[in-house]
């Protein structure tokens, strides 16, 4: 079983920073992939960033230059780091994550493992 738990969520003002983190065994797997994904209240989830086993990363328009994925896997962690956060940023994030994966793609079915969530809260 992958434990995936995510921290670092909170209240921030626009143009503000966060760091996520999810604390996750994935890394200790093969062809893996990871990313984050969001939820805004009565909307639905929407991916955010991914990492393939490569350490190739891709973003969403929406968070491009803005937010950043990272891993470290002595850490067992995964990362996003949020800059210049707006209030269409709020919303629960989620890190997700599988292995035995050959193509990474930004869709929820992609994803076996899944946290609980965190929230972010943007406004000033």
């Known amino acids: 079983q992958v434990q995936m738990e995510e921290s670092g969520g909170g209240s921030v003002q626009p143009g503000g920073s966060l760091r996520l983190s999810c604390a996750t065994s994935i890394f200790t797997f093969s062809n893996i992939c990871v990313a984050w994904f969001r939820q805004a209240q009565g909307k639905e989830r929407d991916w955010v960033a991914m990492?393939?086993?490569?350490?190739?990363?891709n973003y969403a328009d929406s968070v491009k230059g803005r937010f950043t994925i990272s891993k470290d896997a002595a850490k067992n962690t995964l990362y996003l780091q949020m800059d210049s956060l707006k209030v269409n940023d709020t919303a629960m994030y989620y890190c997700?994550?599988?292995?035995?994966?050959?193509?990474?793609?930004?869709?929820?079915?992609?994803?076996?493992?899944w946290g609980h969530g965190t929230q972010v809260t943007v406004s000033s």
């Open positions: 997700a994550a599988d292995f035995g994966v050959w193509q990474c793609r930004p869709e929820a079915s992609v994803f076996k493992y």
């Open positions: 990492m393939d086993t490569t350490g190739t990363t």
